[in-house]
Nanobody, 121 residues
Framework: QVQLVESGGGSVQAGGSLRLSCAAS????????MGWFRQGPGKEREEVVRVSRDGLTTYAPSVQGRFTISIDSAKNTLYLQMNSLKPEDTAMYYCAAEIGYCPVRRRFDYWGQGTQVTVTS
């Protein structure tokens, strides 16, 4: 059974940094697709970044150059380093996983419970 548990959220001032973690069980990152999503207040859930089984990383334009996804295979943990945070980055952040190739035009199969990030001005 796949389980994803996010941590690392919190409140930070604009311009600050946070690193989110997503610990996985029942799932290995190699040869599978992972992603980070977020849902701000009153907004739809949006994709922040995904990394394919082939290592191809795709960032949303709004976070390109500020956020970095990484994987520690030994710890089976996915990270999202977030720098130069802006108030508009305030959202619940979720990690998601898909066995095999990244999904196209449908939701990822597995989701964590989310971790809240609040950026104050």
């Amino acid at each position: 059974q796949v389980q994803l548990v996010e941590s690392g959220g919190g409140s930070v001032q604009a311009g600050g940094s946070l690193r989110l973690s997503c610990a996985a069980s029942g799932f290995i990152f190699d040869r599978n697709c992972m992603g980070w999503f977020r849902q701000g207040p009153g907004k739809e859930r949006e994709e922040v970044v995904r990394v394919s089984r082939d290592g191809l990383t795709t960032y949303a334009p709004s976070v390109q150059g500020r956020f970095t996804i990484s994987i520690d295979s030994a710890k089976n943990t996915l990270y999202l380093q977030m720098n130069s945070l802006k108030p508009e980055d305030t959202a619940m952040y979720y990690c998601a996983a898909e066995i095999g190739y990244c999904p196209v035009r449908r939701r990822f199969d597995y989701w964590g419970q989310g971790t809240q990030v609040t950026v104050t001005s």
